[in-house]
């Protein structure tokens, strides 16, 4: 009994490493429509974006994504690869926010702020401070 009941947790155990591993993989090798796809819907979901929002939205993450796969494929240093991701970036904000109302902006800054933390964590009081 003991056995039957390891081996069924050992499978379900499996199972979850597979699909989390299915998962990044997927993403990483998503095309740039389907990045745009996915981003766009996510969006329309947290912000309410009407239709003339969700195309022009779709657009902007489209030429992003796009742009994107194009400097992992370019010859550049280091600093250069850096500097164009920062360009690049900077433009998809701009960009982004001629599109939302300042509502809509708001809350998608502070969501962004929120994912930032969830993945880098919370530093406070660990030595990261701002000394003055």
Avoid: W
């Avoid at 902007?60 to 494929?73: F, G, R, S, Y």
């Avoid at 850096?82 to 982004?96: H, I, N, T, V």
């Avoid at 962004?112 to 660990?126: P, Q, T």
């Amino acid at each position: 009994m003991r056995t039957i009941v390891l081996m069924l947790c050992l499978a379900l155990l499996g199972g979850t490493i597979n699909t989390a591993l299915a998962q990044q993989h997927s993403k990483k090798d998503a095309t740039p429509e389907e990045h745009a796809t996915k981003k766009t819907a996510k969006l329309t979901e947290t912000l309410s974006l009407n239709a003339e929002q969700q195309e022009r939205v779709y657009s902007i993450v489209l030429d992003h994504a796009q742009k994107k796969e194009a400097l992992k494929n370019a010859k550049l240093t280091e600093d250069e690869r850096r500097d164009a991701k920062k360009e690049l970036y900077a433009s998809f904000e701009a960009q982004l926010k001629g599109v939302l109302t300042a509502d809509q902006y708001q809350k998608y800054s502070a969501k962004k702020e929120e994912m930032k933390k969830e993945k880098h964590g919370d530093h406070k009081g660990h030595g990261h401070e701002n000394k003055k």
